[in-house]
């Protein structure tokens, strides 16, 4: 895996050491460069090691804007996403350049689907308190109003979007003894798993509200100060999907009035958060995880496979077996300025 000049396609990897044997793989077949550091490239360096190649292979955490994508130049066929989201990649640049867009959709749906549910538990049961009550030596004498939380089974769940993972949850959610709702802009159907509910219904009648929705101009901040005031005070916010669909500074506010139960999110704004002191960290009701939901050793790998067989279908010439949704599988003509070549 090194950069010297070869015959084969150049592909960058934007980490050392992923998991899995996906870019292993991959080194079999193209000059692979994989990102030397241990810290995550900077956007100038993420330029440099682009520069030049046919295929990118990118986490989630990487900006991919039409900077980057002309700083790799014209030879760019691929840009792979070891990832679901792809609010991180543009998206329209891209495929204006010709430059096919994949991610890595079912892969992670049940592990990300395990920590919302986890999230769901362990925020609406108030269990970090007793956590935290142990560590402190400060159980003390079993009193029945110690430790309280709100029940799971019975409640009903809305969930907003419908989606893989989504759906996850609400079969998940079946076994907890849970009913369960769902608002889709477009999949406006019941299914057996669950009831479709317009948005303001959804909000003002669920328990626990789960976000599953990807993060684009019309979801950012869908969850605010308002959509917060139409939940019941004893409601659970649960975020898995992308920071800034839901107004974090706005959720703060409704825990601390009592105006929602608790909260829990596994993904925020402005990632990664490393202050101690981010009152995000601080809030009773609210817990808070590192971005974990896909993050078992079996599913990083099988994602890591996944953007890595991406890469080798499109630079083969075959289609991207996950291209973004609504994008073209095959690397399109390039068009420059107004004349396609
Ligand atoms: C995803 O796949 O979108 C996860 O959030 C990890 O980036």
Redesign the pocket.
């Known amino acids: 895996m090194s950069g010297t000049s070869s015959a084969h396609p150049r592909v960058a990897v934007t980490r050392t050491g992923l998991p899995g044997d996906g870019v292993g793989r991959l080194a079999t077949r193209f000059d692979v460069t994989a990102w030397p550091g241990t810290a995550p490239p900077t956007p100038a360096e993420l330029a440099g090691l682009a520069q030049g190649c046919e295929g990118l292979l990118v986490?989630?955490?990487d900006r991919v804007d039409a900077a980057l994508l002309d700083a790799a130049g014209p030879g760019l066929r691929v840009v792979a996403l070891a990832?679901?989201?792809y609010d991180s990649v543009d998206v329209a640049a891209a495929v204006q350049r010709g430059v096919v867009v994949t991610?890595?959709p079912d892969v992670?749906a049940d592990t990300?689907a395990d920590v919302a549910m986890a999230l769901i538990l362990i925020a609406r049961r108030r269990l970090p308190a007793g956590v935290d009550a142990m560590r402190r030596g400060a159980w003390g004498a079993f009193r029945m109003d110690a430790f309280l939380g709100l029940d799971v089974h019975g409640a009903t769940l809305g969930l907003i979007g419908y989606g893989r993972i989504a759906r996850a949850v609400a079969r998940r959610a079946a076994g907890f003894g849970m009913r369960v709702q769902h608002h889709h802009p477009r999949r406006k159907e019941d299914d057996r798993l669950s009831r479709w509910a317009p948005f303001d219904e959804l909000l003002r009648t669920s328990d626990v509200l789960s976000v599953h929705t990807p993060l684009t101009e019309e979801t950012k901040g869908m969850i605010g100060a308002a959509e917060l005031a139409l939940m019941k005070p004893t409601a659970t916010l649960v975020n898995t999907g992308?920071g800034g669909v839901v107004d974090e500074d706005a959720l703060l506010v409704a825990l601390r009035r009592g105006e929602l139960h608790s909260a829990g999110l596994d993904?925020m704004t402005d990632e990664p958060r490393t202050d101690p002191s981010d009152p995000l960290f601080h809030e009773p009701h609210l817990v808070v995880l590192p971005?974990v939901?896909?993050a078992t050793e079996a599913t990083r790998a099988a994602?890591v496979d996944l953007a890595a067989r991406n890469v080798a279908a499109v630079l083969d010439g075959r289609p991207a077996p996950t291209p973004i949704p609504g994008t073209p599988g095959l690397p399109g003509r390039r068009r420059v300025a107004d004349r396609t070549v």
Do not use: K
């Open positions: 986490l989630g955490a990832s679901m989201g991610h890595t992670l990300t992308r993904v971005h939901g896909s994602m």
